[in-house]
């Protein structure tokens, strides 16, 4: 494998961790976003999702791709086959971020997706990452400023995992031909409650903090107060039935497979994340 490795979500909290150890393993890479912009000294290639124009651009001397979909988009699999379509002509390996779980059930978009790449021929690897911990400084972190979480998740338990972990998996995964063919669950090593984890947040920044269970229709009317897109809220507060139903809670020990290293712990992130956290 010698030509570039072409990140989808360059910018986000796992495209820029894993540029930058993909740039720290002698890789050349192309970091795709909306604004094109260069980062940490990958090339920038302007990437939409939803303009095919842009994808001749952004697989041009490419053998290997980062493919996910980031936050605020409601049809996964509308604007992700198109993507994995264009890998495949071009017989690009795919490592492929999709959604913890969603190999119980065919109907599934993002399984549907998943299918689909494993049929087109081109090698892959397909990593499905559990709730991120980095949720806690991105979108609950208005809940964390007023000192409470409220979020339709009732006392179900998630093995939270680390972007940089997640990363980590993504840069070995794109780095070995080893792991081709394969789907790993990626998880954290303990599964905690949101209860749980509002506990291990207000000891790290010494702060209360409290979780209280809200109905999938008061989280999605905070979502629409808040500017969400009523599809995309919607479609948020489906994916927390899977948390409250305890199918979240399972550890794997697929990161360190991958990489070599556990998994970090939810402490650890808040404890190296204190600063966003706080902010």
Not at 22 to 39: D, W, Y
Not at 95 to 103: A, E, N, Y
Not at 144 to 153: F, K, N, R, V
């Amino acid at each position: 494998m010698t030509g570039k490795i072409l990140v989808l979500g360059a910018s986000g909290n796992v495209g820029r961790p894993l540029v930058e150890a993909l740039l720290a393993k002698g890789e050349k890479v192309k970091a795709a976003s909306r604004a094109g912009k260069p980062i940490g000294g990958a090339e920038g290639v302007a990437f939409d999702y939803a303009d095919r124009s842009t994808f001749s651009q952004a697989f041009d001397g490419v053998d290997r791709a980062y493919v996910l979909l980031p936050a605020g988009y409601a049809d996964s699999k509308g604007l992700l086959l198109p993507v994995i379509e264009a890998a495949a002509a071009r017989k690009v390996k795919v490592v492929f971020q999709s959604v913890f779980g969603v190999d119980a059930d065919d109907s599934i978009p993002y399984r549907q997706v998943e299918l689909a790449l494993e049929k087109s021929g081109t090698p892959y690897v397909i990593l499905r990452p559990n709730w991120f911990s980095d949720n806690f400084h991105t979108f609950w972190k208005v809940g964390i400023d007023h000192g409470e979480i409220a979020l339709p998740a009732g006392d179900g338990k998630s093995s939270f995992i680390d972007a940089r972990d997640i990363a980590a998996s993504a840069a070995a995964a794109l780095t070995t031909s080893a792991f081709d063919g394969q789907s790993f669950n990626l998880t954290g090593p303990e599964p905690l409650s949101y209860a749980d984890a509002a506990k291990i947040l207000s000891d790290v920044i010494g702060k209360p903090i409290a979780y209280r269970a809200i109905d999938d229709g008061a989280f999605v009317d905070i979502l629409i107060g808040a500017g969400v897109p009523e599809d995309y809220a919607l479609m948020l507060a489906s994916i927390f039935y899977p948390v409250r139903e305890g199918w979240t809670a399972a550890v794997t020990d697929a990161v360190e497979r991958l990489t070599g290293t556990p998994a970090r712990s939810l402490e650890t992130y808040a404890r190296d994340h204190i600063a966003a956290l706080t902010a």
